[in-house]
């Protein structure tokens, strides 16, 4: 890493890391001199990740306070401080199967899916900012947080190119991911320059999606393709650069051209 790419803080927090995108962020942190800690679910294999990437783990529930001052407190423990929070956990469709029926249609959407994605993706990112923030700005002279937010929380989904699928867009995804980039803006005037807050919104990401998906999907695209997992990258170690000193407030969408039509 040259000097212009170096990363101003090493102890680097990042919550979210087993999915297709967090296990890109953590096999790329994990290569630099970097004091790294990944947390994710006690039902994902966060701790055999960690141990294979020689880093520390720790499983944690973001929807819930305690769990969350219980990581925040490990990391400090751990590493003494705090310079970057990366949050990139999301509630997929998958994990929320047991709170109802995901994929209802909205006129019979179940309460209790829609709140626990508002639990996990927008109230989570609020408790996770307030505590690690606290610890930023208590041990850290060049904090750095980092949402992860989602194309659908800028535009609608085209539902169309759902038709024949297993799966497909639900409500509490969209308005949650709206709302991550709203606190992120929030939260960068509240923090002025003591932590600087931004927020990456990434679009689709190749994930063994079935070739039907892939070409409706890639069809929205102006590059005419999904991402690679890898793309999403380089955005994250340049705002957890000294080249980003003067970056905060921002979304950066990485979507091919998908929200430019």
């Given amino acids: 890493m040259n000097a212009l790419n170096k990363i101003s803080g090493d102890r680097i927090l ?34 055999l990740f960690a141990a294979q990437l020689g ?16 990581c925040i407190q490990y990391v400090e423990d751990q ?30 959407y179940p309460l209790s899916v829609w709140q626990k994605t508002i639990d996990i993706n927008l109230t989570g990112a609020f408790l996770l900012a307030r505590e690690a923030g606290k610890l930023i ?74 070739d039907a998906f892939v070409k409706a999907y890639s069809n929205k695209v102006p590059m005419g393709r999904m991402a690679n997992r890898e793309e999403l990258v380089g955005i994250i170690i340049y705002l957890l650069s000294d080249s980003a000193s003067y970056v905060t407030g921002q979304n950066f969408i990485i979507d091919g051209g998908f929200t430019t039509w």
């Fill in 137 to 210: 700005k208590k041990t850290s002279k060049n904090g750095s947080l980092i949402n992860i937010a989602s194309i659908y929380g800028v535009v609608a989904p085209d539902h169309r190119i759902y038709e024949g699928q297993p799966f497909k867009s639900f409500p509490g995804y969209s308005a949650s991911k709206s709302g991550v980039i709203g606190l992120t803006k929030w939260l960068a005037t509240w923090w002025g320059g003591t932590i600087r807050v931004n927020c990456v919104t990434p679009g689709g990401v190749f994930n063994d999606h079935n």
């Fill in 55 to 70: 880093v520390k783990g720790f499983e944690v529930d973001i929807s819930s306070e305690d769990s969350v001052i219980k």
């Fill in 79 to 108: 590493l003494g401080g705090l310079d970057s929070v990366i949050n990139n956990a999301a509630a997929t469709g998958e994990g929320l199967m047991n709170a109802g029926n995901v994929f209802e249609d909205f006129e019979n």
């Fill in 14 to 47: 990042l919550v979210g890391s087993t999915g297709v995108l967090g296990r890109g962020y953590a096999l790329a942190l994990a290569k630099l001199d970097l004091q790294l800690i990944i947390a994710d679910t006690e039902q994902s294999d966060v701790m």
